[in-house]
């Protein structure tokens, strides 16, 4: 999946209480989104009453190449790579 122009926007850290650890910068707001990512395996396997958002166990990072990297934790796989039309 290429995308071009992939802007990467960072925003505190915040624990499971909601309490923000590191600098404030511009935080990308929840009404931005308007498609997600999902691993397809949390997706199917999801129970009843969980959304998608809380289900979800993902990680997002960048590789040694300088690729955004969505990994699912739960299901120990690739969900999807970001490369911003390089390759």
Same mark, same amino acid.
């Given at each position: 999946?290429?995308?071009s +122009?992939l802007?990467?926007r960072? +925003?505190? &850290?915040? %624990?499971?209480a *909601? &309490?923000?650890y +590191? /600098?404030?910068?511009?935080? @990308?707001l929840? %009404?931005?989104i308007v498609t997600?990512? @999902?691993c397809e /395996?949390?997706? @199917?396997e /999801?129970?009843l009453g969980f959304s998608?958002? %809380?289900w %979800?166990r993902?990680? =997002?990072g960048? !590789?040694?190449? *300088? &690729? =955004? =990297?969505v990994?699912?934790v739960r299901? !120990?796989?690739?969900v =999807?790579?970001l !490369?911003? *039309?390089r390759?």
């Amino acid at each position: 999946m290429a995308l071009s +122009g992939l802007r990467l926007r960072a +925003g505190p &850290v915040r %624990s499971p209480a *909601g &309490v923000a650890y +590191g /600098k404030e910068t511009e935080a @990308t707001l929840p %009404s931005e989104i308007v498609t997600y990512f @999902t691993c397809e /395996k949390c997706f @199917t396997e /999801k129970p009843l009453g969980f959304s998608p958002r %809380s289900w %979800s166990r993902l990680e =997002v990072g960048l !590789d040694r190449h *300088g &690729v =955004v =990297v969505v990994w699912c934790v739960r299901h !120990d796989q690739l969900v =999807v790579r970001l !490369d911003g *039309g390089r390759n």
